[in-house]
């Protein structure tokens, strides 16, 4: 299992940006697609998640109606668009793979998760 992330950049409160995370190596359309972030000192937090099996999304309560995930499987990928940044979202952000059947609340937890990208980093700064 392969995970690409990229996308990430330096942005000014307000601004935008969309990454994305190219995967290989499973099924992509059958697995969980989810994207987390990490800022210095804290632990790595859920973002947003969207399952393969029923196609449901889910967001932290700190990006919904900022953030928007979306998949492509025929190009196996998954991307975040985010909008209206503001300098806390500010993080190593990473894509990670894992079972559509995860319950909702394994879903938003790190150790749900088998395989992770990379990291790309997103600074919110004026």
């Known amino acids: 299992v392969q995970l690409q992330a990229c996308g990430g950049g330096r942005v000014h409160p307000g601004g935008s940006l969309r990454l994305s995370c190219a995967a290989s190596?499973?099924?992509?359309?059958?697995?969980?697609m989810s994207w987390f972030r990490q800022a210095p000192g804290l632990e790595r937090e859920f973002v947003a998640a969207f399952r393969g099996i029923n196609r449901n999304t889910y967001y932290a309560n700190s990006v919904k109606g900022r953030f928007t995930i979306s998949r492509d499987d025929a190009k196996n990928t998954v991307y975040l668009q985010m909008n209206s940044l503001k300098p806390e979202d500010t993080a190593l952000y990473y894509c990670?793979?894992?079972?559509?059947?995860?319950?909702?609340?394994?879903?938003?937890?790190?150790?749900?998760?088998?395989?992770w990208g990379q990291g790309t980093l997103v600074t919110v700064s004026s």
């Open positions: 190596g499973f099924t992509f359309e059958d697995y969980a």
């Open positions: 990670a793979v894992g079972s559509s059947r995860m319950i909702a609340s394994t879903l938003r937890t790190a150790g749900g998760y088998d395989y």
